[in-house]
C-alpha cells in the first residue's frame, strides 16, 4: 500500500487532505512542521509527500536538500498563489506538481492516481539511454547527434514534471514527436494525447473545437460538443502552431493556464481541467510577438521549459539512421525488405532538407514505391528530393540591400518576397531557396498579404 506524508501547518486543512488520500487506498500521516516531518521520514518513507511551503519553523523546501530524504518520493509543493515563478521553483526543487491553497480535490486525485516513485522513472530513463546507444532512439525520435542528445536530456529532466512546455522548431523537423515523448515519459501516459494544429483550423471553429460548446450555441450546433481540454482532461494537449491562434482566443488559453478553468462556448459556466499544455510554433517567439502574432503575456507562461528541435541539416550524421528507420517500417507493413545502397545514402547526406525530418521520411517512402528491386539507388530518389538551396544561388541573381537598423521581421519579409519574385512565384523553389518547407513559406504569405505586388520598399532595394 502507498504511503503518503502531509507537511502542513494548518491543522483542518491537513485533515481534510487526510481523509480523501486514505480514501483512496493510501496510508497516511501528517506533519505540522518541519521538525514532525523530519520525525516522520525518518519512521517511514512515503510515496508522496504534500509539502507546505510556509511552516512555522522554515521552507518546506529545505527538506528536499536534506540528505536525500526525499530521493524516492514524489514531491508536490502546496503554496498560497499560483504564478509562473511557483512552477520554475517546483522544478528547480525536485517536484512534480503543485498545489493551490483551497486545494483542489479533483486536482488532488489527478496527482494521486499518476502516482509512480522517482526511482521507477529514473530506471526507466536509463534505460532508453542506453537504446540510444544501441538503436539510436530515445523513444519516438531517432538520432545519435549531440544536438539531438541535448533534446533527450532535456526531455528527461521536463517530462517527469507538470510544467508546460513550448517547442519551437522548423516545420517538419518533429515538434509534435517530442511532444508525444515528454507525454509517453510522463505521469499522464495513461491518459489522453491530443494534438491541435491551431493554424489548421478555421477561425470560426477554433474555440468550440479546443473549449467545446453547447447545443444551439451558434446556427449548427444541434448537440453539445466537447472540446479538446475536456477529451485530454489528465493527459496531454498539445497546441502546435500556436502563434496562429487568433489573438482573442490566446487571452482565453492564458485564462486556462492561470487558472485551470475554461467555458464551452454559449455557457456561462466554469469547467475545470486538468490537462498538461505543451505548445509548438515554427516562428521565433519574439518575433511573432513583435509582429502581434503572440502576446506576451502568453508567452511568458508558455515559455517555462523551451525546448528548440534542431532542424535536419544541422545533424547530418542522423541521416541514414533515420532513412534506415523509416524503410524498415515501411517495409515491415508492406511486406516486402529492401535496402539504400551507398550511393542513395551519400545522396540524402548531402541534401540539405528544407522540410527536414518529414521531407526525408516522404522521400523514403516514394522510393521505396518507385524501386524496380530491393535495393534502392540514388537515381531512384534523386527526383523526389526538393532542390538544395545552394545550388539555386547563381553568380547573376539579384542582390538584396537592407537599411542598418531594419528590424528582423522586416528584413525577413523583404527577403521572402524578393526571392518569390525572382522566381516568378515559384513557391516551390523558393522555399527551397530560403531553406524553409513549404508550409512555412504559406504561413509567411498569407500574414504579407496584399504586398505580393508591391514595388520595392524606400528602405531596401535590389541590385
Same mark, same amino acid.
Given at each position: 500500500m502507498s504511503h503518503a506524508l502531509i507537511v502542513e501547518d494548518d491543522r483542518e486543512s491537513a485533515e481534510i487532505m487526510a481523509a480523501l488520500i486514505a480514501t483512496e487506498g493510501f496510508t497516511v500521516a501528517t506533519a505540522h512542521s518541519l521538525r514532525e516531518?523530519?520525525?516522520?521520514?525518518?519512521? $517511514?518513507?512515503?510515496d508522496l509527500v504534500l509539502l507546505d511551503l510556509m511552516l512555522p519553523d522554515g521552507s518546506g523546501m529545505e527538506l528536499i536538500g536534506e540528505?536525500?530524504?526525499?530521493? $524516492?518520493?514524489?514531491?508536490?509543493?502546496?503554496?498560497?498563489?499560483?504564478?509562473?515563478?511557483?512552477?520554475?521553483?517546483?522544478? !528547480?526543487?525536485?517536484?512534480?506538481?503543485?498545489?493551490?491553497?483551497?486545494?483542489?480535490?479533483?486536482?488532488?486525485?489527478?496527482?494521486?492516481?499518476?502516482?509512480?516513485?522517482? *526511482?521507477?522513472?529514473?530506471?526507466?530513463?536509463?534505460?532508453?539511454?542506453?537504446?540510444?546507444a544501441e538503436r539510436g532512439n530515445f523513444g519516438l525520435l531517432w538520432g545519435r547527434s549531440t544536438p539531438m542528445q541535448r533534446v533527450y536530456e532535456q526531455l528527461a529532466?521536463? *517530462?517527469?514534471?507538470?510544467?508546460?512546455?513550448?517547442?519551437?522548431?522548423?516545420?517538419?523537423?518533429?515538434?509534435?514527436?517530442?511532444?508525444?515523448?515528454?507525454?509517453?515519459?510522463?505521469?499522464?501516459?495513461?491518459?489522453?494525447?491530443?494534438?491541435?494544429?491551431?493554424? *489548421?483550423?478555421s477561425p470560426n471553429l477554433i474555440e468550440s473545437e479546443i473549449f467545446g460548446h453547447e447545443k444551439g450555441s451558434f446556427t449548427g450546433a444541434?448537440?453539445?460538443?466537447?472540446?479538446?481540454?475536456? !477529451? *485530454?482532461?489528465?493527459?496531454?494537449?498539445?497546441?502546435?502552431?500556436?502563434?496562429?491562434?487568433?489573438?482573442e482566443l490566446q487571452v482565453k488559453l492564458l485564462r486556462v493556464l492561470e487558472t485551470g478553468m475554461f467555458m464551452r462556448v454559449g455557457s456561462t459556466q466554469d469547467r475545470e481541467t486538468d490537462v498538461r499544455i505543451i505548445a509548438a510554433t515554427n516562428r521565433d517567439p519574439a518575433q511573432a510577438v513583435a509582429q502581434g502574432k503572440l502576446r506576451e503575456d502568453l508567452l511568458y507562461r508558455l515559455n517555462v521549459?523551451?525546448?528548440q528541435v534542431p532542424p535536419l541539416r544541422d545533424r547530418t550524421e542522423d541521416i541514414p539512421l533515420l532513412a534506415a528507420h523509416f524503410l524498415d517500417d515501411i517495409s515491415r507493413k508492406e511486406g516486402r525488405a529492401a535496402s539504400f545502397t551507398p550511393a542513395a545514402l551519400q545522396a540524402m547526406s548531402a541534401h540539405r532538407w528544407p522540410g527536414n525530418v518529414r521531407e526525408l521520411r516522404n522521400v523514403v517512402q516514394r522510393g521505396y514505391v518507385m524501386a524496380n528491386g530491393p535495393e534502392i539507388d540514388a537515381d531512384v530518389i534523386s527526383p523526389w528530393m526538393s532542390p538544395n538551396p545552394m545550388p539555386?544561388?547563381?553568380d547573376d541573381a539579384p542582390s538584396v540591400t537592407l537599411r542598418i537598423g531594419q528590424s528582423m521581421a522586416e528584413a525577413e519579409r523583404f527577403l521572402i518576397l524578393?526571392?518569390?519574385?525572382?522566381?516568378?512565384?515559384?513557391?516551390?523553389?523558393?522555399?527551397?531557396?530560403?531553406g524553409i518547407s513549404l508550409k512555412t513559406l504559406y504561413n509567411r504569405?498569407?500574414?504579407?498579404?496584399?504586398d505580393l505586388s508591391a514595388s520595392d520598399n524606400s528602405e531596401s532595394s535590389m541590385a
Open positions: 516531518a523530519r520525525a516522520q521520514l525518518s519512521m $517511514n518513507q512515503p540528505n536525500n530524504v526525499l530521493s $524516492n518520493s514524489e514531491v508536490v509543493f502546496i503554496t498560497g498563489h499560483a504564478s509562473l515563478e511557483t512552477s520554475i521553483q517546483a522544478l !528547480r526543487h525536485g517536484a512534480t506538481d503543485y498545489l493551490i491553497k483551497p486545494i483542489n480535490i479533483n486536482q488532488l486525485k489527478g496527482i494521486l492516481s499518476r502516482l509512480m516513485r522517482p *526511482a521507477e522513472l529514473q530506471a526507466e530513463l536509463s534505460s532508453m539511454r542506453e537504446t540510444v529532466k521536463v *517530462a517527469v514534471t507538470s510544467v508546460t512546455v513550448f517547442v519551437t522548431g522548423e516545420s517538419g523537423s518533429g515538434k509534435e514527436v517530442v511532444a508525444k515523448t515528454v507525454h509517453d515519459l510522463s505521469r499522464r501516459r495513461k491518459q489522453p494525447f491530443l494534438a491541435v494544429n491551431c493554424g *489548421a483550423i444541434e448537440r453539445t460538443h466537447q472540446g479538446f481540454f475536456e !477529451r *485530454a482532461h489528465g493527459g496531454t494537449l498539445f497546441l502546435d502552431e500556436v502563434t496562429e491562434m487568433p489573438l521549459f523551451p525546448v539555386v544561388m547563381l524578393a526571392t518569390l519574385r525572382h522566381f516568378d512565384n515559384h513557391k516551390e523553389r523558393t522555399a527551397a531557396t530560403l504569405l498569407k500574414d504579407y498579404s496584399g
